[in-house]
């Protein structure tokens, strides 16, 4: 199915939904299906079905996020890039984890320019030299799938760039010290070293978190931390790795709605997030895009 943002809003304007929501007996998605499941301090250890289910689900939350980039545009707003996930996340079977998830009434997270993570989709349209962060999670099959990734919106700053490539790069590193033996203080140790060496900050208020029939569980991954401290890395474990570098200092502050949380000097903020599975050589990536755009790309002025 080809989609188009006319079919979800215009010049701001969300339409409605080709299919409405049972909003109903809903507390969030996630706990009616996995009310046993709930988080009890133990890190869980997953056999080979679960890596299906959770290949099929971070590849459908790629989809997502690639579709994105087809439509992240000056003029688009971020209610219309919510819908434009909710339809898609729907039409292939999922639901999205985080809509009604603690009060939260969005499908995504989209954090724009100084927000670090957790921002609110409205109905301001993005302009030229904006960069946006997009977090999607679906549960497919009982599975979540969950990723993020920048955007930028036209051409940017050259700052605005290097702040991007510094974070994936962040990112890529604390993936590849994960292998069983290895710990979670590993993973931080790669991201902060290389993060710091190229004159950022690691923000610490946030983590990433086990991931599998929950949707956070154990363990967290901090973005920062010594070699060889944390939990040891296990095959089978399943985690989001996604660390948020600012260009500024790494202090944060949530706002007044509770969720949004900014740099408190206003700096430049980044995030990318993978999820992935621990395997007896290394980890999988359960969340690479299929066409290859998970790695930043920008405009040319």
């Not at 990734?149 to 991007?164: C, H, K, T």
């Not at 991954?221 to 939990?231: F, T």
Request: aromatic content about 6%; overall charge neutral; glycine content about 10%.
């Amino acid at each position: 199915m080809r989609y188009s943002l006319a079919l979800l809003a215009r010049a701001g304007r969300a339409t409605r939904l080709r299919r409405p929501l049972n909003l109903e007996n809903r507390m969030t998605f996630v706990e009616a299906e996995n009310a046993p499941l709930r988080k009890n301090g133990a890190i869980k250890i997953h056999g080979p079905e679960a890596f299906e289910g959770m290949r099929r689900a971070g590849r459908l939350v790629a989809e997502a996020l690639d579709l994105m980039n087809e439509h992240v545009a000056p003029g688009v707003t971020t209610e219309a890039l919510d819908r434009l996930a909710l339809e898609f996340g729907m039409d292939h079977g999922a639901l999205p984890a985080c809509l009604f998830y603690r009060g939260y009434t969005k499908t995504v997270c989209t954090s724009l320019n100084h927000v670090v993570c957790h921002g609110i989709p409205n109905d301001k349209p993005l302009r030229e030299g904006d960069i946006l962060n997009i977090d999607v999670t679906f549960v497919l099959d009982g599975w979540h799938g969950d990723s993020s990734r920048m955007y930028a919106v036209g051409a940017i700053p050259r700052r605005a760039e290097r702040l991007i490539e510094v974070t994936h790069e962040s990112l890529m590193r604390g993936l590849a010290v994960i292998r069983p033996g290895a710990t979670t203080g590993d993973i931080g140790a790669a991201i902060q070293t290389f993060a710091e060496g190229e004159r950022m900050s690691v923000v610490r208020d946030f983590c990433g978190h086990g991931i599998g029939r929950l949707f956070h569980d154990e363990p967290n991954i901090l973005h920062y931390g010594r070699p060889g401290e944390g939990a040891p890395l296990k095959p089978g474990m399943f985690f989001t790795v996604e660390p948020m570098i600012n260009l500024g200092r790494p202090h944060v502050k949530v706002l007044a709605d509770g969720w949004t949380a900014v740099t408190r000097d206003r700096s430049l903020s980044a995030q990318f997030e993978h999820m992935v599975g621990v395997t007896e050589d290394g980890c999988e990536i359960f969340t690479l895009s299929p066409k290859g755009l998970h790695a930043p790309v920008f405009a040319t002025a």
